[in-house]
C-alpha cells in the first residue's frame, strides 16, 4: 500500500530575512559616519553612531522576538504578528528620538537620518529575504469543501 504524499510546512523565513536584511544594513553605517563628520564634526559623528547602533538593535531584537513568537503558525497569523512587531519597533524608535530630540551632545539630524537610512535598508533587505524563501501567503484550502453551486472541490457533481 502507498502512502499518500506528505506536505512540508513552509520553511520559516525569519532566519533567511535576517540573514539577507544583516549585512546590506551593516555596510549603511560606515557610509553615514563619514557623512556625518564631513558635515557636522564630533556631534553629528555621534549622533550617526548612535542612531546606527540604535535602529540595528531594535531591528534584531525585532527579529528575536518574532523568531520566538511564530513557528508553525498560519500564513495569515505570522504576517499579523509581523505587522505587529513591526509597528512596536517604529513606535519605540519614535519613543528613544523624541527622548534624544533636546540632548545637546549629540546632533539630532545625524540621528534621525542615519537611523533612518538604516531602517529602510533593513525593511527592504526583509522583503527581499522574505520574498526569496517562497512562503505561500494565503492559507491553503481545506479539502473537501462544498462551493457555492454545490459541488466538492476538486471534485464534480453527479448529475443524477
Do not use: H, K
Not at 9 to 35: K, Q, Y
Not at 65 to 89: H, I, K, S, Y
Not at 131 to 136: I, V, Y
Request: charged share 10%.
Amino acid at each position: 500500500m502507498s502512502q499518500p504524499p506528505t506536505v512540508s510546512a513552509a520553511p520559516n523565513p525569519l532566519g533567511a530575512m535576517t540573514r539577507t536584511a544583516f549585512i546590506p544594513t551593516l555596510l549603511v553605517g560606515p557610509p553615514a559616519l563619514v557623512v556625518a563628520v564631513a558635515t557636522g564634526g564630533s556631534r553629528a559623528a555621534l549622533g550617526s553612531l548612535l542612531g546606527y547602533a540604535v535602529t540595528i538593535g531594535f531591528f534584531l531584537l525585532g527579529m528575536l522576538v518574532m523568531m520566538r513568537m511564530t513557528g508553525d503558525t498560519p500564513p495569515l497569523l505570522f504576517m499579523a504578528t509581523a505587522l505587529a512587531v513591526f509597528f512596536g519597533q517604529l513606535i519605540f524608535l519614535l519613543v528613544v528620538i523624541l527622548v534624544l530630540q533636546d540632548a545637546s551632545w549629540l546632533d539630532g539630524m545625524a540621528f534621525g537620518l542615519t537611523a533612518l537610512a538604516v531602517a529602510l535598508v533593513w525593511q527592504v533587505s526583509q522583503i527581499v529575504g522574505y520574498l526569496r524563501t517562497r512562503r505561500p501567503v494565503y492559507d491553503e484550502p481545506a479539502t473537501g469543501v462544498i462551493s457555492a453551486s454545490g459541488a466538492e472541490a476538486g471534485g464534480s457533481r453527479d448529475p443524477a
